[in-house]
């Protein structure tokens, strides 16, 4: 099976676009000063925001397929940003920190779970061939039950 995922970009002044999604969804984006004014969300934050999101819901579906209450989840990612050997900019790695509502220590499902869910994360997967991506999940009382 094959998805596609779409977005359509119109410049609207300087660094601000709007970004029209499939589904009719709309997003303004902006660089941060001095380039833009700051009006959105950068595309660096786009991409570290989508490695999160996908780590999110990577978890929160693989925990109710093996019936493992970890809601409600919450995630913290960052990227660094950093100058490659060609004294470009770029994204030279994003850290991931996903925090479970509930501490599941015990339950007999929850190493398989751990080992797992990031396979399936389609984002993240696909970014991590490029750009390290470190991984982090803590239960409610802050203990690390995986740490990659």
Known sequence: MSDTARVAL?????????????????LITDEPAPLGS?????????LVGAV???????????????????????????ATIGRNERNRMRVTGISVT????????????????????????????????AIPVSLTVLDADGSVLKSS
């Open 52 to 78: 999160a999101n996908c780590l999110s819901a990577s978890l929160l579906f693989a925990a109710r397929k093996f019936h493992i209450v970890l809601e409600p989840l919450a995630c913290e990612a960052s």
């Open 98 to 129: 996903l925090r479970c509502g509930s501490s599941p220590a015990g339950h007999p499902q929850l190493a398989r779970l751990l080992d797992s869910f990031e396979d399936f994360c389609t984002v993240t997967q696909s970014v991590a061939a």
């Open 10 to 26: 119109a410049q609207l002044q300087d660094y601000r676009f709007e970004n029209h999604f499939d589904g009719g969804h709309v």
């Open 38 to 46: 700051d009006t959105g969300p950068s595309p660096s934050q786009l």
